[in-house]
């Protein structure tokens, strides 16, 4: 086994953990494009967005000048719950691929939303308690946000109202009940208690929701009652700056012994975990201090940056939600049932859909199967069973690791491993049981979607 | 909030791990009564137990005297994936109760077996593998147990056979994939795989399993099958041993900064949480240099400690494993539904047996549903969702708090949270729903399975 100077586990004290998120956006030459208001085609304007999201929040959406912000006392003392988290060295699975490549593992798993998604839940409820709101509204498909932010509400003593999609709402009753121990009310989606959902249930009496339409239900109801606003978990910019914490962390315990990546890899789905791992490595690299190849893994079946289009597009499928420019896939794509309930979203971040635009990053697609296979390694020899998200990075740093053993290189890969697969043993199952399917979307399925695109000036 | 001169994480470094385990027996001046053959009457000698459990788990087993017994370099290795796991202070927790006094937990639930059971699975793996065996075999009821010995099993490729009530197969289809994705075979029991099991489906075809039945059919598979040895999770003097890692990482990080706890908690099934967390500090009050308020805690519907005698017994309910003494409510005893598996046991380690008739420590019960309140008050203001199991001991960690409050007594209160409560939904479910029942068996119950103790010599 490899010489073991550097710890299985590095660890940060408290007094390491950062003081401030960071940017990335005030180091970019070419800002994110601007999210627009669907009906005039114009910026959207503090003011508009207001109604919506707390003012704090709003002012953090709209900074792309700011380095860095921040943190406040109470959210850091929060943060050290649950954090720093650790990053593993994966000696074990070096050792099982015979790869000279060093390995490592920013692990975000270990608290009970399964993910890193409480990095941002908490700074929103903050703000919204700061604010003097009584609660908040978001909606949630697979459960990790709604969960994140249930805890969240919980602590800060806010009001938390979480649209489930039905179908998860049924299929997945265990996420259900972590939320509503933390005290949230969990409404399956579509429900009878907006007019959005009422609409929709009197139109398709049978349906099993869709996370479109779990937004525009926790958005009316948001903008409907006094004292309330909506919080989302991923895409923003806002989302991005809070998980910044995890690079800002990686960064510094890698320092810490002298490290440098060659190599960085995030799965991405709506960019939050991504964005927020690679912040300060994409910081360096665009302020030319440093070189890093920087890689996002999709699924196969939801292939946004390597297979879609950037322009603008509705960030929902109910197209009531601002347009932002990004890579997508057509807010009409309807992706084929795939596991990674986080990695479904037709559209990627509008900060990364730039940085990969401008070729700051790659990206990379792979197929479910593989993606469970590499999931079952790594649980194996690493002792986590990783969520279906997650293990879409592990498949891609297994690879570049693969290729090291072949080509003699001793690089060194740092990968994100967003959560734990404890909420998904149904996928598992399937896997376990050789009935995992994997689905590619034709040409003609993509274009389809693309066509729909809406028309604004910028298209 | 509270002076944090104490960080929120006491982590220790890799090289501040135990390198020994303690072996508690050497400092007890009345040792453990021996383990006794139900046809003879006599102590089993090592030549009666090597046909069932690996050899040098056997000498541990029968080793009484010698104090440390080191912890091969294998296990540390694996050690190193999963621990030193954290000393958690618990600020929170201590600030909503408005408490002086100081609470701690050593938190074991950071691993996929989300318990304290991999300190041992892992040892007796490798054991086994030492032994040049081909396989283990175990039975698992709530699971925890299966899946830990499965990941142990899966890092040493020996091939794992679960036989998992088949209640628990059924209810609960996610730790059984848990144990199939690391290559565990995982058979319902009882089943046809086995004499016992053909015999008992029979007698009794539409019967759902017991754990003695499981117990009964995996010890046959061991003797059977050349190249297999039986494991058990508890109860027993060498999980006993293993697990004292959780009490000697806790006193290194206690005395790192200074801390000396006045009192010790710990919840009680067979006895191996407690056991392995108060070890050295029992070993010190056995040796007269310090002492401590030592608390077992146990469901009020199976109270081995406070209810039960102290008399010869069998370790099963199917009443073919050796005589063990022990506080024991009868091998017969049912336990009432209760959500916390671990605990539904109905004796308790021989070693933690003779300690609490010496006088060496207390045992105090609690209710479910008093329990499920502390579980979801520490979920929200500690951010971790617990094991009900362990949460037997937050009921008891807050109650001791209050009395603090009452006094104004600083004292300082360190118990063990053993593990996470993600597979146990369906019991906060029933807690959340107020479906939740409590039921403490009668005087009569308990004489009934008592008077049917089985004669042995030293009764």
Not at 28 to 42: C, E, H
Not at 381 to 403: F, N, W, Y
Request: include cysteine; charged fraction near 20%; aromatic fraction near 10%.
């Amino acid at each position: 086994m490899a010489d073991k100077t550097i710890p299985y586990k590095i660890y940060l004290s408290e007094e390491d953990m950062p003081k401030a998120w960071y940017n990335l956006r005030a180091d970019m030459k070419n800002k994110p494009a601007p999210l627009l208001n669907p009906g005039t085609g114009k910026p959207l304007t503090a003011e508009e967005l207001s109604p919506i999201f707390c003012e704090e929040l709003v002012a953090q959406e709209l900074d792309d000048t700011t380095p860095f912000i921040e943190i406040p006392e109470e959210i850091r003392s929060f943060y050290k719950m649950f954090r720093p988290s650790p990053l593993v060295r994966a000696y074990c699975l070096e050792e099982k691929l015979g790869t000279p490549a060093k390995i490592y593992y920013k692990f975000e798993g270990n608290n009970t939303s399964g993910s890193h998604k409480l990095n941002s839940a908490i700074a929103q409820a903050y703000y919204a308690k700061k604010q003097g709101l009584k609660g908040v509204t978001t909606e949630t498909g697979a459960g990790q946000w709604g969960t994140a932010l249930s805890m969240a509400c919980s602590y800060f003593g806010l009001d938390c109202k979480v649209y489930m999609v039905k179908v998860s709402y049924e299929q997945k009753p265990f996420r259900r009940e972590v939320m509503r121990t933390y005290g949230a009310s969990v409404v399956p989606s579509p429900s009878e208690t907006t007019e959005i959902g009422r609409k929709i249930l009197a139109e398709f009496p049978g349906t099993t929701g869709s996370l479109g339409c779990a937004i525009s239900e926790a958005v009316e109801v948001a903008t409907k009652n006094p004292g309330y606003r909506y919080v989302l978990g991923s895409v923003l910019n806002q989302v991005l700056l809070h998980q910044s914490v995890i690079g800002l962390e990686t960064k510094t315990a890698l320092d810490k012994y002298g490290i440098k990546p060659d190599i960085i890899i995030g799965c991405a789905g709506g960019g939050s975990n991504l964005g927020g791992l690679i912040a300060p490595f994409m910081g360096e690299k665009l302020r030319g201090e440093a070189d890093y190849r920087i890689i996002a893994v999709e699924p196969a079946s939801c292939p946004s940056f390597t297979r879609g289009t950037f322009a603008y597009d509705f960030c929902d499928t109910g197209m009531i939600c601002p347009l932002a420019k990004m890579y997508t896939l057509g807010s009409s794509f309807i992706p084929s049932a795939n596991h990674a309930g986080g990695l479904r979203f037709h559209g990627m971040s509008s900060t990364l859909s730039q940085l990969y635009h401008d070729g700051y990053m790659e990206a990379t697609s792979v197929e479910q199967t593989s993606v469970f296979e590499a999931a079952e390694m790594f649980a194996r020899v690493e002792g986590i069973l990783p969520a279906p998200e997650s293990s879409h990075a592990i498949r891609a740093a297994i690879d570049e690791a693969l290729k090291c053993k072949e080509s003699g290189e001793e690089k060194t890969i740092v990968f994100g491993l967003t959560g734990t697969g404890y909420f998904d043993l149904v996928a598992y199952q399937k896997f376990n049981d050789g009935e995992m399917s994997d689905y590619i979307p034709t040409d003609e399925e993509i274009a389809a979607s693309v066509a729909k695109l809406p028309k604004v000036p910028e298209n």
